[in-house]
């Protein structure tokens, strides 16, 4: 009871004095506010005569009747009087006079001796209508006293005697009404009285009073029901959770009533009934997932695309574990380190846009994600209150499992301990972060995730297999460089490119001078020593855009975009230098005992053809057929030089025209050097066909 009624007899309380103090304040609000409007009314009436009696005092004396009577027609002053200043009933605006009863208010304008008063006549409707603007009742006074009774009220008889008795300037209660007294002052000269009907809260009081009574009787049928009706139903209910809650999940709750407690139990019967059904789904799907996985390592297996294949295996991990984050890093074959490769989900520094994930980098060792890439062993758990202190995605649980793929032996792409070892070799990690719901992960989990892993790892072993075959189909075993079969296509882009664009594109094709005499005086292993250095001076006088392939046996083919003849020739010069200054060694390990030097070396020379898009071809093809023409024309010229390809066929020799259409003498190689125009390091390897 105490419980029930202690809070409404408070609120009753409450309830009460808020309503009686919300009534009090808006009544003298109103009442204010209609003083207000009151007295702004008057003064306008008080101005607009003023202005009237101006108007007609300015004009001249035989103007001033017919203005007068124009301005009482339009009804600015119901009277204006030229001559004498009126009767005593009439209170002056500017210096009202305490008086009896006023009948109209008055406002004077002298001109020399002529006094001109605009009067406005006091009547009930002027009265109705300030108490209309206003929204309350005005009563005119008789007089400027208390008592002095009402002369014009837009209330009644009964009302307005009690509402004359009110003391100007204050507010006062008249039985039923409130009442603010307005005593006449300059701009407002008459006495007034506004008043505005009173709330009674006595009839709240009676209201809230038998409220309360109701609500005590209600609280105390109420009380005894609930406690003869509620403790039993409420005892089995609880016994059921509780055998819920230890696993038995087939309990049920006897549903004997209608009331809510029997809604309840029903209620917490299909609840279980719909539990019990729902434990079984989920551990077909569970069984279910695990069928899926494994098809969908089949997938990954056979997809070359490794970043799709990360992204894959990474989003279905986080949907297989409800985690809300995780990563996918690999081990970097150059540096050893680990490169974030996908993520989804994180937070701080790691929230960076895909493309700048390659910058998030750690080193094996170093963290949870360092000693699960170090130690290949899968960890999981929690981090406490003073986490944070390794640079690793901000979480407050993780599973991490190690991205392996099998050692093979010979496997070129697996770390040589492994092949030692026979153990599986670790790739990089795959991590997750804080499970939905705030639980850690679990041993199933932990088992999802290293399947996800296992299949991760012969993807991503796949990828790099296809990768390097890939590599070894377009490059020269024995050079490095790309092959015919890149020569050509590179050569057709290249040729696209440079049309599109309208740029130039120069194609060089280099010949070893007496190749064959090398063979058969030194060998073959010579002969391939020679192609192997051959190979490695002509990537150091290139640009990174220039790109050099192995066209077949002694004959090589340097692109160099958007370069013109002269540039093209300046890169021959450097080229033909390269190889003339400095005898390959043939065998390093033979060196003369006083110079150092190897005993075993051989010069060389080399013959270049130079031609260029569009001047000598318009196609890739033409353009490769003009440098070809070009080289038998500098071996037909002594060799160890270079030729320019003609663009115009020259009627006496019919051979080619050389370098001479650049600029540059015929002959050998210009021996001082030339303007750097294609400076670079070494580049990738290509190739070119067989001759």
Not at 131 to 139: F, H, L, N, R
Not at 180 to 206: H, K, T
């Amino acid at each position: 009871m105490a419980v029930v009624l202690g809070p409404v007899l408070l609120g009753s309380f409450f309830v009460g004095m808020t309503v009686a103090t919300v009534s009090q304040d808006r009544t003298v609000e109103r009442l204010d506010h209609a003083a207000t409007t009151v007295r702004t009314a008057v003064g306008a009436m008080c101005r607009q005569l003023q202005a009237a009696a101006d108007a007609v005092a300015v004009l001249p004396e035989e103007a001033r009747r017919p203005a007068a009577d124009q301005l009482v027609t339009r009804g600015l002053a119901s009277e204006i009087r030229i001559g004498p200043e009126g009767s005593a009933d009439q209170r002056d605006c500017a210096a009202p006079a305490a008086g009896g009863s006023v009948t109209a208010i008055v406002a004077r304008a002298r001109q020399g001796e002529i006094t001109v008063s605009a009067a406005q006549r006091l009547d009930a409707g002027f009265v109705n209508r300030l108490a209309a603007s206003s929204g309350a009742e005005v009563t005119l006074l008789a007089g400027d006293s208390p008592g002095a009774g009402p002369a014009l009220s837009s209330e009644t008889d009964r009302v307005s005697r009690r509402v004359a008795a009110a003391l100007p300037g204050s507010m006062t209660r008249r039985g039923h009404h409130h009442v603010r007294g307005i005593p006449a002052e300059p701009g407002q000269p008459l006495p007034l009285a506004v008043s505005v009907p009173s709330s009674d809260p006595m009839s709240l009081y009676a209201f809230l009073l038998g409220g309360v009574v109701i609500v005590a009787c209600g609280a105390i049928v109420v009380a005894r029901r609930l406690a003869r009706s509620t403790t039993r139903p409420l005892e089995e209910l609880v016994w059921a959770v509780g055998k819920v809650a230890d696993g038995e999940l087939g309990t049920r709750v006897p549903v004997g009533r209608d009331d809510e407690l029997g809604k309840l139990a029903g209620t917490f019967n299909r609840m279980t009934r719909e539990l019990q059904s729902y434990v079984q789904a989920l551990t077909a799907s569970r069984d279910q997932l695990r069928g899926h996985l494994a098809i969908l390592g089949d997938t990954l297996s056979s997809t070359h695309d490794l970043h799709r294949i990360l992204q894959v295996i990474l989003q279905t991990a986080l949907s297989a574990t409800g985690a809300r984050a995780g990563i996918v890093l690999l081990l970097d074959p150059v540096d050893g380190r680990l490169v974030a490769r996908c993520a989804e989900g994180l937070t701080g520094r790691w929230d960076v846009p895909e493309a700048d994930l390659p910058a998030l980098r750690m080193t094996p060792g170093a963290g949870v994600l360092g000693a699960v890439a170090a130690t290949g062993e899968p960890r999981r758990g929690s981090f406490g209150p003073g986490a944070g202190a390794l640079d690793e995605p901000a979480c407050r649980t993780y599973v991490a499992v190690p991205i392996c793929a099998p050692a093979t032996v010979g496997d070129p792409l697996v770390p040589g301990d492994a092949l030692v070892s026979g153990q599986p070799a670790t790739l990089g990690v795959l991590a997750l972060y804080d499970r939905l719901g705030g639980d850690e992960f679990d041993d199933a989990d932990l088992l999802t995730l290293r399947t996800f892993a296992g299949q991760a790892g012969v993807a991503v072993h796949n990828v790099r297999v296809h990768e390097e075959a890939q590599r070894l189909s377009l490059t020269d075993p024995l050079t490095g460089l790309w092959n015919y079969r890149y020569l050509r296509e590179s050569l057709r882009r290249e040729v696209e490119r440079a049309s599109r664009f309208g740029r130039m594109l120069t194609v060089l094709v280099l010949d070893l001078d007496h190749f064959k005499a090398v063979n058969d005086t030194y060998g073959h292993a010579a002969g391939d020593t020679v192609l192997g250095e051959f190979a490695r001076r002509i990537r150091i006088g290139l640009r990174e855009v220039d790109v050099a392939f192995r066209q077949g046996g002694e004959e090589f083919v340097v692109l160099l975009p958007e370069t013109d003849a002269y540039g093209g020739v300046i890169v021959a010069e450097r080229l033909g230098a390269a190889v003339r200054d400095i005898p390959v060694p043939i065998d390093p390990r033979r060196q003369d005992s006083v110079t150092g030097l190897p005993l075993d070396r051989v010069s060389i020379s080399v013959s270049i053809g130079i031609a260029v898009y569009p001047e000598h071809g318009t196609t890739a093809q033409q353009v490769l057929d003009a440098a070809d023409d070009a080289l038998y024309a500098a071996k037909n010229a002594g060799r160890d030089t270079y030729r320019l390809a003609e663009s115009v066929p020259l009627p006496a020799t019919g051979v080619t025209e050389t370098a001479v259409s650049a600029g540059v003498p015929e002959g050998q190689f210009d021996q001082t050097a030339g303007p750097d125009v294609s400076s670079g390091g070494p580049q990738p390897p290509r190739q070119g066909r067989g001759r």
